[in-house]
């Protein structure tokens, strides 16, 4: 057998992602080294859990949610929030029903620990929200953090320590045990604080993290979490909250998982523990990690709205309760108004939401794409009829809209913007902007003749075609009137009158090439009857296809029909609106015989 060779000729069997021999098609595709220096980057390490049984689970109920905002979030932006800003971030969270905000770091100076004494002082906190404030090992501060919560309601202490191998060799210079000492020292120290600053109208609670978890051994994050419940001494009525944090993303969420599902099993006292995790996005995946934490035991999610937080960010609350919400699930998060959540967000962290994002972006519920648009289209075109053969609203039967996991609706949002024309556009998106503005259903064939004015519009100029310049455009080539009075013939008024034998003779008061004009014809039907007229002045036309609908409900409701004509040799549609279904009609063959002779 032949050794594959690299077309630079070195040996190199060609291998997959996870290093099993993989066949070749073309040798000359084997992609080469890139001269980077990847050498110096360590793998992360698998866990040893042959057994594990989370991938076999699903997430039928939310979790509970801890938004970081006011602290971590907070602390990586390029200005921080101002005192106004922060209180408007924190009424907004808890307008979407979030029950567990981190609200700062209030040791780290006077402005999060006045922030931190207003919104206790102030009543902006509901009874059965609990604040959370983070705080260091170290005696000072934790007296300094305990002393912020004075008169509060429902209060957690946050209390963490770095764990890892490189911590603790290079920042502390400490041993396993003497890092353990800091977690232990620190616990004890939260609770005699507490006891002796905190009033009985304070329902006080505590949250350790062992931080930089995804660098730490499994078996010392697990031995510093068990001496620090040692000392807090959970029980019924008494629980701790472990939060295992990737203070940065270092591996697969798999692994993540893994980690995860071996400190749940492993935890001596985990009736007790409310296992927290608490995600950041340094390799891009950050709302798997989570999730698949969730999966594999997790009792709580940390993160921030979009995903704010140091470098990457934290994990974003807003994508991961909406894939809940999207799921089915109740995420218990009120997300129906997610401009609002967006603009107030920017508002206070001074930074823009990028257009793509997940369920918020300006831009994730529009389709330029012709194939998708003409999907959406027929996607609603189906909802409106399964509903109606069930007796039903389009919001009481299950979702299925192509392109759209949920509906845009349920966030606030428009269906104006879910298609947008320019030129990757088809027939579908034009055929639904003119549908969903103007309420006028396109025949198939009409739909391609006019997006063909419409694609050459938007070669021309390039760019976005709004909905407004669309039904302008649709306007001046169908639709003559006495504003735009374009063509050879203007429609004044008809009578139509049917003899025994069921003839129709119509008789039609007109303007043709600038003059008034009786035209008369006979024919088994109006437009019938009308073409014969039109064989008095020349013009040879006749029927290919015709469809009406009515535009609306009710007495006064207008009727719009389509015709497809061959006129002199072209074949042309032309439509016609009118409250008279015959004067539509009518309309419609103007229309196409006006567009013939432009």
């Known amino acids: 057998m032949t050794t594959p060779v690299n077309p630079a000729g070195a040996v190199n069997p060609a291998e997959s992602a996870v290093g099993r021999p993989t066949p070749l098609t073309n040798a000359t595709q084997l992609q080469k080294p890139s001269g980077m220096p990847a050498h110096k980057y ?6 040893d859990i042959a057994d594990r049984t989370w991938p076999d689970n699903r997430i039928t109920v939310a979790p509970r949610w801890l938004s970081t905002d006011l602290r971590d979030g907070n602390q990586a932006l390029i200005d921080p ?3 106004a800003r922060k209180r408007e971030m924190f009424d907004l969270l808890v307008r979407m029903g979030y029950k567990e905000i981190e609200v700062g770091f209030p040791s780290s100076g006077e402005t999060d620990f006045a922030f931190v004494r207003s919104i206790i002082e102030e009543g902006a906190i509901p009874e059965d929200v609990t604040i959370s404030v983070l705080t260091q090992a170290r005696e000072e501060l934790i007296e300094r953090t305990v002393e912020s919560l004075v008169g509060a309601r429902r209060a957690t202490v946050h209390l963490y320590n770095a764990t890892a191998p490189t911590f603790r060799r290079v920042v502390f210079r400490g041993s396993k045990e003497q890092v353990k000492q800091i977690a232990v020292d620190g616990t004890r120290l939260v609770m005699e604080y507490a006891e002796k600053i905190l009033g009985p109208e304070t329902i006080f609670g505590y949250q350790y993290s062992p931080e930089i978890f995804t660098d730490t051994e499994l078996d010392f994050a697990l031995e510093v979490c068990e001496a620090v419940c040692d000392v807090w001494q959970p029980e019924e009525g008494r629980e701790i909250i472990l939060n295992l944090p990737a203070t940065v993303e270092r591996s697969t969420p798999s692994t993540h998982a893994d980690r995860f599902e071996w400190m749940s099993r492993n935890l001596s006292r985990r009736e007790f523990v409310c296992l927290s995790v608490h995600p950041h996005n340094d390799r891009g995946t950050a709302v798997a990690a989570a999730e698949l934490a969730i999966m594999a035991g997790a009792d709580r999610i940390e993160g921030c709205l979009f995903g704010q937080g140091e470098r990457t960010g934290n994990v974003d609350l807003v994508t991961l309760g909406m894939n809940l919400f999207s799921q089915g699930v109740d995420p218990q998060i009120d997300f129906s108004q997610i401009d609002e959540i967006r603009r107030t967000s920017e508002y206070c962290n001074q930074m823009e939401i990028h257009p793509r994002h997940p369920y918020a972006g300006d831009l994730v519920y529009t389709a330029f794409s012709g194939s998708h648009q003409d999907a959406i289209k027929k996607g609603f075109d189906a909802m409106e009829k399964d509903a109606a053969a069930q007796g039903k609203t389009v919001d009481e039967i299950e979702w299925a809209v192509p392109y759209l996991p949920i509906d845009p609706k349920d966030v606030g949002r428009s269906y104006e913007a879910v298609i947008r024309v320019n030129s990757q556009s ?26 063909r004015i419409i694609q050459a519009k938007t070669d021309a100029e390039g760019g976005e075609v709004t909905p407004t310049q669309i039904w302008s455009t649709f306007q001046d080539e169908y639709l003559p009137n006495a504003e735009n009075a374009w063509g050879r013939i203007q429609l004044r008024s008809g009578q139509t009158t049917t003899d025994t034998d069921g003839t129709d003779t119509l008789t039609v008061e007109a303007t043709v090439d600038g003059a008034d004009t009786v035209l008369t014809g006979s024919g088994n039907g109006p437009i019938s009857a009308f073409f014969e007229a039109l064989q008095a002045i020349g013009i040879d036309a006749r029927l290919l296809d015709y469809t009406e609908h009515t535009m609306s409900e009710g007495a006064s409701a207008q009727a719009a029909s389509y015709i497809e004509c061959a006129i002199d040799g072209k074949v042309l549609w032309g439509i016609g609106i009118d409250a008279n279904t015959t004067r539509a009609s009518l309309k419609a063959v103007v229309s196409a015989v006006n567009r013939a002779s432009r």
């Open 81 to 83: 929030m101002s005192p």
């Open 426 to 451: 088809g027939k579908g998106g034009i055929a639904y902007v003119l549908k969903n503005d103007h309420k006028l259903d396109l025949p198939r064939r009409m739909q391609i003749e006019f997006s």
């Open 42 to 47: 360590r793998g992360y390490e698998a866990v």
